[in-house]
T-cell receptor, first 113, second 110 residues
Framework: DTGVSQDPRHKITKRGQNVTFRCDPI?????LYWYRQTLGQGPEFLTY????????KSRLLSDRFSAERPKGSFSTLEIQRTEQGDSAMYLC???????????FGPGTRLTVT | GEDVEQSLFLSVREGDSSVINCTYT??????LYWYKQEPGAGLQLLTY?????DMKQDQRLTVLLNKKDKHLSLRIADTQTGDSAIYFC??????????FGKGTMLLVSP
């Protein structure tokens, strides 16, 4: 399978715990994006990387959120001290370049209890 | 600011054509996209159109763009029950991020 993959697909955690999600983009894609989608809404942009450089962060990305792409391949998104409002689907996408179409992974559904 | 709006729901019968509409506000948008999302799944890219085009056809899908009115539509010919899903319109006005609408739920009945 040469598409975007995400792990885990589902995560249930208690409020206050830390969680980390992983995204593996399509192998030759330089750009990697994180979006968040809540029920009944479209995806909202969180952050993106060009290779290993994090170039833009949304105001949605509070200080509790951090993302990395250390070798310009896979990326991780960590949420510290989770809150119930963090419950959402976290989607990763990748593209060849900035003007190219973005391909999405299956998402990680986070439930904070 | 950027905003993308879509009607929330569309119901059609199998074999009919479906037309899903979208309006956007950012006149600098260079690409406009249609994605499909099935329950519990990620987004599948269906098609996209560059802003200097009026129409694009891809098998059963036809995209129409009215740049003056900032209106985009997706027509699905011979709609099948497998087309039932949520369809998102998105714009890429810069070099990076996509701005999505809230999605249109398409329900196809036999």
């Amino acid at each position: 399978d040469t598409g975007v993959s995400q792990d885990p697909r589902h995560k249930i955690t208690k409020r206050g715990q830390n969680v980390t999600f992983r995204c593996d983009p399509i192998s030759e894609h330089n750009r990697l994006y994180w979006y968040r989608q809540t029920l009944g809404q479209g995806p909202e942009f969180l952050t993106y990387f060009q290779n290993e450089a994090q170039l833009e962060k949304s105001r949605l990305l509070s200080d509790r959120f951090s993302a990395e792409r250390p070798k310009g391949s896979f990326s991780t998104l960590e949420i510290q001290r989770t809150e119930q409002g963090d419950s959402a689907m976290y989607l990763c996408a990748s593209s060849l370049g900035g003007r190219d179409e973005q391909y999405f992974g299956p998402g990680t559904r986070l439930t904070v209890t | 600011g950027e905003d993308v709006e879509q009607s929330l729901f569309l119901s059609v019968r199998e074999g009919d054509s479906s037309v899903i509409n979208c309006t956007y506000t950012d006149s600098s948008s260079t690409y406009l996209y249609w994605y499909k999302q099935e329950p519990g799944a990620g987004l599948q890219l269906l098609t996209y159109i560059f802003s200097n085009m009026d129409m694009k056809q891809d098998q059963r899908l036809t995209v129409l763009l009215n740049k003056k009115d900032k209106h985009l539509s997706l027509r699905i010919a011979d709609t099948q029950t497998g087309d039932s899903a949520i369809y998102f319109c998105a714009e890429n006005s810069g070099y990076s991020t996509l701005t999505f609408g809230k999605g249109t739920m398409l329900l196809v009945s036999p």
